[in-house]
Structures are given as C-alpha cells and as structure tokens.
C-alpha cells in the first residue's frame, strides 16, 4: 500500500517536475511551443503533450466567442468559461448528449474536439465505422455557425473507421499538421463553415 502511494506521488510530482526542465519544443502554425507536462492523464508519455498547448492556445484566443468543447479534456488542466459537451463524463456544466444527435438552439464561432472524436461510434456497445463522419458533418451541419471553426486532434490507427473516413477523403480539412512521436501518431485538423 506504502509502495503504491509513493509511486503515484513520484508520477504525480517528481517526474513531472524533473521532466519540465527538459521538455523541448514543437512547432504548430508556424509558432514554437513547449511541450505540455502535467500529471493528469500523465502527459508527458502520449499526444496529450502536444495537444493541450496548441487547444489551450485555441482556447485563449477565442475566449470572447461562443466556444464549444466536445469531450472534457481542458477543464482537467485550467478553469474553463466554456460549453462543454460529451455523452459519458459526469462533471457539472457538462452537456451529457451525443455529439451526433446534439443540435443546440443557439450555434457557436467555435469547436474545440481533443482526442474525443475518435471515440464516436468506435468505444460504443453497438459500433458504427461511420461515427467520426457523423461527428464531424453534425457539426458542420447543426453547430457550427456560418463562419465558425472546428479545431479537432485524432490519434491515427485507433479507430479503423476514422482511418478509413481520412483515407478516402470524406472529410476535408482547411488545414491539417501530422505528428508522429514514438508510438503515436495524431492530426490536428482546422475546418471552416
């Protein structure tokens, strides 16, 4: 038990504190940022690392707009002002509906998705290969204002369903950056109403 506590303390606290001073650079939209450390979700070890900075700069600066989240990953890293949608996690403030079949009275500037969408139709008892296609095109659709943004980061060969929705072009993206670290491999897609 002892054993257990003071290696969930090391991970929490010193390696992350050792790993800060050695954390490096990326570059996303022709901008530099510092990889992201922190002990929730361990970031250091996964995509998490590169993700967090670039929607926590998305996030800053689009505070003065009407900004969705889909999935609640930010709000376990900084306090968040937000909208925040996704089916299973019970948090307050969160929307617990399906970003399928979500269409909200007022639409928003912006979508914010970190490593959620992936997981439609894919982590369901019932599977649906087409559920990222049916995120994405409800968003488009039914979200997302005339002139809005969607900002989205998948992890690729996760989801078969998604792969194959990337690979045949059913979703085109205004911009899009690969990164590959390790044994993860992800995208961050940008797409314009």
Known sequence: MIKRFLYDLKNKLLSPYHMMTKRGWFIYDERYF????????????NSRKIEIPIFLDLYYKNQSKRVLEVGNVLSHYIPITHTVLDKYEKSPGVINEDIIDYKPE??????????????????EEDKDPDGFLKAVNNIKNNILKDGGVLYLSVPVGYNPGLDETLENGLVSFDSVTHYSLDDWHIIIGVIRK
């Not at 007022?106 to 982590?123: P, Q, R």
């Open 106 to 123: 007022k639409k928003y500037d912006v979508v914010l998705s970190c490593s959620t969408l992936e997981h439609v139709g894919f982590d």
């Open 34 to 45: 510092k990889y992201f450390i922190h002990w929730y979700n361990h970031t250091w070890n």
